[in-house]
């Protein structure tokens, strides 16, 4: 037991053993694990795709046969947000739902990678969303169409994030934050 001179001192908390070494070392030894890597794959090609659609926004809806003035080019990106809304919370729900749904089927038990399921849906509607934005443009399909594949696709991003980030921690539950630290 300490006196209460001891407790206010400010070196009597200071540990004998240095731990930020061993903390910095945490994220190298993650790298060699493929689920984190490939946890931090489908995190980047998700945002990727969101990067993609960034950067072809203003050519596609500013040109030729659109001609969206610039602050419509902005505007157009409520359509990203309500997707983005609405999926953000599907993608949260339905990756637990699903875990726990397979888990009641096979007696309690659960796996990391029934969280897995969720990324179907970004596996049909994301090549659907991508098709409508780029071909949709290239076809000069009518404005709408080519607005929502992409606020569709921006939405989708958030399914494959999440899913990539909840499957890591559900994999590497002590060392999380490394893991997280690798995959982002």
């Excluded at 890597?37 to 030729?64: D, H, K, M, P």
């Excluded at 659109?66 to 309500?82: K, Q, T």
């Excluded at 970004?122 to 000069?140: D, E, F, K, Q, T």
């Amino acid at each position: 037991d300490k006196t209460f001179m001891q407790k206010l001192s400010l070196t009597s908390g200071i540990k004998k053993q240095n731990h930020l070494v061993e903390y910095l070392k945490g994220p190298f030894y993650m790298a060699r694990y493929p689920v984190v890597l490939w946890g931090g794959f489908l995190y980047g090609s998700s945002l990727f795709w969101y990067t993609v659609l960034n950067g072809t926004e203003a050519t596609i809806l500013g040109g030729e046969p659109y001609n969206f003035s610039s602050s419509m080019c902005g505007l157009a990106y409520v359509s990203p947000v309500i997707f983005v809304l609405i999926i953000y919370f599907y993608a949260g729900w339905s990756t637990d739902w699903i875990k726990i749904y397979i888990a009641k089927k096979h007696g309690g038990e659960s796996q990391a990678e029934d969280r897995l399921w969720v990324l179907a849906v970004y596996m049909i509607l994301g090549p659907c969303a991508l098709i409508l934005w780029g071909v949709g443009a290239a076809n000069s399909i009518h404005w709408f169409g080519v607005v929502f594949g992409l606020g569709l696709m921006a939405g989708l991003c958030v399914i494959g994030c999440v899913s990539s980030v909840t499957y890591v921690i559900d994999c590497y539950q002590e060392m999380t934050a490394e893991a997280m630290a690798v995959a982002i």
